[in-house]
Antibody, heavy 120, light 112 residues
């Protein structure tokens, strides 16, 4: 069955960077786009961007351009998200979400997410 | 920018019917499919409607979706409300300009 296993929770200070990862299994990793969605405590879902695991191509939401980077490792079926210049407003659950064959395909499977806490 | 706007909350009694709206701005709602997700506290979202009005297997037929081009909005209707329907509901679509997903702000459903 499909699984998306996230790296463990992180606590960071303002201004620092964080890198979280998500390892996929149960399907062909390079077939489907992978998106990152975050959810701050008590808040809604916020799309951050996608990566094409086959080509490595990326597209980031305008809000995050210049501050996030998405990468993939096809040998381990892992996608990673790095967020720089963290602020308290970045405290959230960061989840990888399997999409489909093209960027427009909707969310197909949600990972459990990695909690990132930004606090001085 | 393409945005989806939902009411913050809605409440109704068990057995009744509610409709949650999802209104598009800066774009046509019918340009791309709309999905609806249910999220209970502490859980990941699950799909209750996809491609505007289709239900995944296992979702009761009390859930239905529709699109209204005249009001540029999508709607999720839940009939025969039960306590188990209490959750946050999010609409989602695709922004052709930014080539990415767009989520509505979410609607908290309370069944009291």
């Amino acid at each position: 069955q499909v699984q998306l296993v996230h790296s463990g929770a992180e606590v960071k200070k303002p201004g620092a960077s964080v890198k979280v990862s998500c390892t996929a299994s149960g399907y062909t990793f390079t077939e489907d786009y992978m998106h990152w969605v975050r959810q701050a405590p008590g808040q809604g879902l916020e799309w951050m961007g996608w990566i094409n695991p086959d080509s490595g191509g990326t597209n980031y939401a305008e809000k995050f351009q210049g501050r996030v980077s998405m990468t993939r490792d096809t040998s381990t079926s892992t996608v990673s998200l790095e967020v720089n210049r963290l602020a308290s407003a970045d405290t959230a659950l960061y989840s990888c979400v399997r999409g489909g064959l093209s960027a427009w395909y909707p969310p197909e499977f949600w990972g459990q997410g990695t909690l990132v806490t930004v606090s001085s | 920018n393409f945005m989806l706007t939902q009411p913050h909350s809605v409440s109704e009694s068990p057995g009744k019917t509610i409709t949650i709206s999802c209104t598009a701005s800066s774009g046509r709602i019918a340009s791309n499919y709309v999905q609806w997700y249910q999220q209970r506290p502490g859980h990941t979202p699950t799909t209750v409607i996809y491609e505007d009005n289709l239900r995944p297997s296992g979702v009761p037929d009390r859930f239905s979706g529709s699109i209204d081009s005249s009001s540029n909005s999508a709607s999720l209707t839940i009939s025969g409300l039960s306590i188990e329907d209490e959750a946050d509901y999010y609409c989602q679509s695709y922004d052709n300009n930014n080539q990415g997903w767009v989520f509505g702000g979410g609607t908290r459903l309370t069944v009291l």
